[in-house]
């Protein structure tokens, strides 16, 4: 996207007490600029911030139990046979994917 040129000037008035609130605003968003802070929300009319440890947490479950799905894989082809314990143990983990995957849909429904 090509940047735009920015050259019209906008200013407002807020007292003091409008100014410290906009600014805790803008820093529980993680902005650094009170000028990028000001024109998303004038523009686009709110600002929010993604949290990423759940999508994260459940990229990582994944790629354990895919690497598990692969170890049990090469073992059955190897001796013909796997134990009940390592089936357990990915069913436990697809538990917890699936239970971090709800809470993040979850959360996702909570900025409609």
């Not at 003091?16 to 902005?31: D, L, V, W």
């Not at 190897?78 to 995957?101: F, M, P, V």
Request: with cysteine; glycine share 4%; hydrophobic share 35%.
């Amino acid at each position: 996207m090509e940047m735009e040129n920015r050259d019209v000037m906008l200013h407002f008035r807020v007292s003091q007490s409008e100014a410290e609130c906009i600014r805790k605003k803008m820093e529980e968003q993680g902005y650094h600029s009170m000028s990028a802070y000001l024109r998303k929300m004038a523009v686009d009319g709110f600002c929010f911030r993604i949290d990423y440890d759940y999508p994260r947490k459940i990229s990582s479950l994944l790629r354990r139990c895919g690497n598990n799905l692969n170890q049990y894989a090469r073992a059955a082809n190897a001796s013909g046979s796997i134990y009940t314990a390592d089936i357990q143990d990915l069913q436990e983990r697809l538990e917890e994917i699936w239970k971090n995957q709800k809470e993040s849909l979850q959360m996702l429904a909570a900025f409609r």
